[in-house]
Every structure is written in structure tokens, then in C-alpha cells.
């Protein structure tokens, strides 16, 4: 019973990786930075929070026979469902079809949280692949998570959606506090050039400063590794891009973040969000 008390209560940084624009490379850096932090030490869970495109299972080479639809409609327990990829990291896995979160009932909420109430599990780090875009399923999950991961590339359009993204959040959510990752930039300056010119329209605009957690670089072996459904950090170690990969991963580790809570607390804030008010945004 005491281990079971301290196992429900034991802070797990919760972060939710998202981006305005599809195609930016967000599913890929969740698995790789979720391989990185498992890899130093730390237990990790993901919950593929992409709905209606899951691609988790698709990098990890697995295949789910269960997902969340079946924990919701009372088929099964949420242990059941839970699947576990290279280096431990478990998988909560979802698939297109299931009924989005923000249109959950009573019984499927209720069901969720005896699932997570139940469910002992020892993690240090709980990240949220979320969908692209700025719909209210992306927002339900920011807004319940400690940490908002937005990622964007050097392209125009994906940096004027990730601003669109963090202009969502902070105008109808009230997030202030957000961290940018800069994924397939050529070299150190481009990406922080483009961290820059983000960073500058949403003080001028929206007033909040943003926070530059770094950049992956395009690398050949991101690509070889997508093909051979591995994370990079695995397959290609010694690539530049695993070794950004290895530094980012640090940032998160000795990132002191003020807000603790369980997986628990995470679950409570995400079924707190009122759907009818996401709907109305």
C-alpha cells in the first residue's frame, strides 16, 4: 500500500510536443527524445495523442492490438492496452477512429480516470504526441500538460502556423510559457535565426517571451532511420543528429520546472478542461 501511495504521487513531468503545421517532424522527435531520456536513466511513457494519424507504433516498429477506444468503452483496463517499446519506453497507443478526448461522456471520463487510478505505473516523464494544427484536441492536451514543446522548421508557413498555434494558447488558454524546437535547420545559425523571428512576433504581438531548447539539423540518418522504423538515436548514435538529440534531452532533464504533480494531476487537469468551452473557441 505505501508503494502504491507513492507510485500515484510521484511527480512525472508531463510535456506535450505539438506544432502548428503537419509534416514538421513532431512524432519523430517525441520518439527519439523519448529514447534519449530513457537511455540516461529515466522511465518514460508517450501518449499518442494524435488521434486521427497515430504514428508512434509506425517509428517504434510495433503494432497495438488494443488502444485507447477500448479503455473508454469498458472493453479493457488501461494496463491492457499499454504497450512497450525499445528501451522500456511504455506506449499508451491510439488510432484513427477513436473518439476525441474533448467529446468524451461521464462514463468514458469516469473510465479514464479509474484507469489511471489503478494503474501503478513508475514514470519520470509522461510525453504527449499531439496532433498538428490548432484544433481543440491539440489545445486540451497543451493546456492539462506542465510543458508545451512547439515545434517548427525554417519553412515560412510552418512558422507563421507555429505562431498561429502560440497565439491560440495564450489569447483563449492563457499559456504563457512556451518551448521551441527548430527541427531540419541546415546549421546552429539558421535555427536560432528562426527562434529569433518567432520569438520577436510574439513579444511584439502577444507580449510573452518564448524559450529556445535548440534545433535538429537535416541529417541523412533521420531519414534512413524513418525507413528502417528506428529512432535514430538507436540506429545512428553517433549522427549529428543524435547528438542534438542528447543535448535537448539534457535541457529537459535539468530543467527545473516549479509545477510538480502525479500522472494523476496530469489526468485531473485534462478532464477538467470543459469541452463545451473548447468548442465555443
Known amino acids: 500500500m505505501l508503494m502504491d501511495n507513492y ?55 510495433i503494432t497495438p492490438k488494443y488502444n485507447l477506444q477500448h479503455v473508454l468503452n469498458g472493453q479493457m483496463n488501461l494496463q491492457d492496452i499499454v504497450v512497450e517499446g525499445p528501451n522500456g519506453i511504455k ?37 504527449i504526441d ?20 512547439v515545434v517548427t522548421t525554417p519553412e515560412p508557413t510552418s512558422l507563421t502556423d507555429a505562431y498561429a498555434l502560440i497565439k491560440v494558447l495564450f489569447t483563449k488558454y492563457q499559456e504563457k510559457e512556451f518551448r521551441v524546437l527548430v527541427n531540419l535547420a541546415k546549421n546552429p545559425e539558421e535555427a536560432f535565426g528562426v527562434f529569433k523571428n518567432l520569438s520577436k512576433v510574439a513579444e511584439r504581438f502577444l507580449s510573452i517571451s518564448l524559450d529556445y531548447i535548440g534545433y535538429i539539423p537535416f541529417d541523412n540518418s533521420l531519414k534512413k532511420a524513418v525507413k528502417a522504423q528506428k529512432p535514430v538515436v538507436d540506429i545512428f548514435p553517433d549522427s549529428i543528429a543524435s547528438k542534438q538529440f542528447s543535448i535537448i534531452a539534457d535541457r529537459f532533464l535539468n530543467h527545473k520546472n516549479t509545477i510538480k ?11 477538467s478542461v470543459n469541452p463545451v468551452t473548447l468548442q465555443k473557441t
Open 261 to 271: 504533480g502525479s500522472l494523476q494531476f496530469f489526468i485531473g487537469n485534462l478532464l
Open 91 to 127: 506506449i499508451l497507443p491510439a488510432s484513427s477512429g477513436v473518439q476525441e478526448l474533448t467529446a468524451l461522456n461521464e462514463f468514458q471520463r469516469l473510465k479514464l480516470l479509474e484507469g489511471f487510478d489503478s494503474y501503478n505505473v513508475d514514470i519520470d516523464y509522461f510525453l
Open 130 to 149: 499531439t496532433a498538428a494544427g490548432i484544433s481543440e484536441n491539440v489545445a486540451f492536451f497543451c493546456v492539462a500538460a506542465q510543458e508545451i514543446v
Open 7 to 61: 507510485l500515484k504521487n510521484k511527480f512525472v513531468k508531463t510535456i506535450a510536443i505539438t506544432s502548428g503545421k503537419g509534416g514538421v517532424g513532431k512524432t519523430n522527435i517525441t520518439a527519439n527524445l523519448a529514447m534519449e531520456i530513457s537511455k540516461k536513466g529515466f522511465s518514460v511513457m508517450i501518449l499518442d495523442a494524435d488521434l486521427g494519424l497515430s504514428n508512434i507504433d509506425i517509428l517504434f516498429q
